[in-house]
């Protein structure tokens, strides 16, 4: 028999990551209503912009020039692998709410942002632009951002996690 608070961490983590799912086809849906391909709307002058642009590569626009026409293929193909083994992470740590658990939510939920953009548009919507000085942060999106946070979430967990394992041996 399963123990009912098993199903409810589970819950949890699905849910936040649908939250995260939302606030990014949302956030997306507005900028391309509200703003027109290639524009931006500044919103602190040299510093950060809101834009609309569409990036047919993976984070921080990697393989955007390439000339394959599998690219957007194999990005989809890559998130479907991607979100199988962090929902199969998740469904096995539904034991315990967990910073392990709550980085692999922020991960799916973003991950499944941008490929309902890949799979719908063929491109990801980006909007938040950054510059510091004349460097210009490649845009991004509240996905991006949700899977960049819990891949160093992630990373620390596992880090700290062994770190305090190996203090208490």
Same mark, same amino acid.
């Given at each position: 028999?399963?123990d $009912?608070s ?9 849910v ?6 939302m ?6 849906s507005? @900028?391309?209503?509200?703003l $027109? ?6 919103v602190i ?5 809101i834009?609309? @642009?569409?990036n ?24 479907v692998?991607?979100?199988?083994? @962090? ?5 096995r ?18 991950a ?7 799979i ?17 942060? $490649? ?7 949700a899977? @960049?946070l ?5 990373i ?14």
């Amino acid at each position: 028999m399963q123990d $009912p608070s098993q199903s409810t961490f589970r819950r949890y983590y699905f849910v936040i990551a649908m939250i995260v799912l939302m606030l990014d086809q949302a956030t997306k849906s507005l @900028v391309a209503r509200n703003l $027109p391909l290639h524009d931006t709307v500044t919103v602190i002058p040299g510093f950060f912009s809101i834009s609309h @642009v569409l990036n047919p590569g993976a984070a921080f626009s990697l393989f955007a020039d390439s000339a394959s026409r599998y690219t957007t293929a194999g990005l989809i193909f890559f998130s479907v692998v991607v979100l199988s083994v @962090v929902s199969t992470l998740l469904w096995r740590s539904g034991h315990a709410f967990t910073a392990g658990g709550l980085a692999l939510a922020l991960i799916m939920g973003g991950a499944l942002g941008n490929l309902l953009d890949r799979i719908r548009l063929g491109s990801v919507i980006d909007f938040l632009m950054f510059n510091i000085g004349s460097y210009h942060w $490649p845009d991004f999106n509240i996905a991006d951002s949700a899977i @960049v946070l819990g891949s160093l979430l992630l990373i620390s967990d596992l880090f700290f996690h062994q770190e305090a394992a190996e203090t208490r041996s």
